[in-house]
């Protein structure tokens, strides 16, 4: 029996952390990834490279295609363990493109539970999305809600996906865990988001837009505290489980601004613009399940991560970041749809 991980999505932010950590805790990780344009392919390069440095072995390849993937299981000799972060992420372009989006996230999910079904896996843990909350009235949003009204392609496919690991672990007995991420940043960090297009613009001073008087918040979560959350629910398989894995301490704009503006060392330049309809005042995970089962508890305050966001920018950054937020001025999202947070700011 392989004792190896892999590790989807392992060139993008999230899974590159993941896939990190798994590593420097002595694991044998595969990593696949189609290595896709959604942004800078540099970034995902050297992202791979450095897990190569660390011991990794990479697969480059779409996750739909069942020969490719079950090519890797072969190699790897039968890993029975999966952290599947690969998808396409943002909630815009799935507007544009949303049989991308339903391809990527939901046809490949199906090709990985399939083969990890057949090959004995032991635990799965995959990335589903706060994005399933959209059209939620609620301010603190929990895994009993009712999410059946997704608002974006990009939701439902993450919700698809939820309804598809729920069917394999009732047919198979799987050990599946749907982890629904609240905007996480850090470093490395996805340059579509707001946190890093933030530092940024006002690092360079180029103007950012806030909609409404700031006043609005929602929950940020730093990357090593979801990182701890997805080796915490591959560690501890139980079945079928949903898990909030989010900060529990919403932020509100104006304050992420005056943080971003502390620790960078500049005075944003704001575009200030009238609140859009449908405003959500307040988003906020409900993290009680993953605390009472997982142990989790995340670590970091927003503006220690906000801190290290800037410095990690400040040290290897600067021209990429700037480079990838002047082709990419139409920001778009990758959570709950809040409109009372400028474009830049969804994140
Ligand atoms: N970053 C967030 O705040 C956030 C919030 C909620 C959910 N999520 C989810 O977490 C996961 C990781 O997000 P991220 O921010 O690291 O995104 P990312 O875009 O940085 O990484 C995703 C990676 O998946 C790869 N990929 C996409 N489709 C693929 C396919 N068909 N085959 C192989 N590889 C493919 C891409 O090339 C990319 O490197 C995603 O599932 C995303 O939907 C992220």
């Not at 896709?36 to 970034?43: F, H, I, K, Q, S």
């Not at 995902?44 to 739909?64: M, P, Q, S, T, W």
């Not at 801190?307 to 778009?332: P, R, S, T």
Request: charged residues 25%; proline residues 5%.
């Amino acid at each position: 029996m392989s004792s190896t991980i892999v590790v989807t999505g392992g060139a993008g932010f999230i899974g590159s952390h993941t896939a990190q950590v798994l590593l420097g805790r002595g694991e044998s990780v595969a990593v696949i990834d189609e290595v896709n344009d959604y942004y800078d392919v540099r970034v995902k390069r050297e992202n791979i490279a450095e897990l190569v440095k660390l011991g990794a072995r990479f697969y480059e390849g779409d996750l739909c295609d069942r020969a490719f993937v079950e090519g890797v299981w072969e190699a790897e000799n039968n890993p029975q363990r999966v952290v599947h972060m690969a998808a396409r992420a943002g909630v815009r372009p799935s507007i544009e493109d949303p049989v991308v989006y339903v391809k990527s996230n939901v046809e490949a999910t199906t090709v990985l539970l399939d083969i990890a079904k057949e090959k004995g896996s032991q635990s799965f843990v995959f990335a589903s999305s706060s994005s399933v909350y959209g059209g939620s009235k609620k301010t603190v949003f929990g895994e009993h809600d009712v999410v059946d009204f997704p608002v974006s392609p990009y939701a439902a496919t993450k919700k698809a996906c939820e309804l598809v690991a729920h069917t394999y672990h009732h047919l198979y007995g799987m050990n599946i865990a749907a982890l629904r991420f609240f905007t996480v940043f850090g470093p490395r960090g996805r340059p579509d988001m707001a946190p890093l297009k933030f530092v940024d613009k006002i690092s360079r001073g180029v103007p950012i837009q806030q909609y409404g008087d700031g006043s609005s918040s929602r929950d940020y979560t730093y990357i090593d505290d979801i990182v701890d959350g997805v080796l915490r629910s591959l560690d501890r398989p139980m079945g079928f489980q949903v898990y909030n894995l989010g900060n529990g301490k919403p932020t509100r704009l104006k304050d992420f601004i005056k943080l971003v503006e502390k620790e960078v060392g500049k005075p944003a330049i704001i575009e200030l613009l009238p609140d859009q309809p449908g405003d959500v005042p307040r988003t906020c995970a409900d993290i009680s399940k993953a605390q009472a089962l997982l142990d989790y508890n995340p670590k970091t305050p927003f503006a220690d991560g906000i801190k290290k966001l800037v410095a990690w920018y400040n040290e290897h950054h600067h021209n990429k970041a700037a480079a990838a937020a002047d082709d990419d001025d139409d920001d778009d999202d990758d959570d709950v749809s809040d409109a009372t947070l400028s474009d830049d700011a969804k994140p």
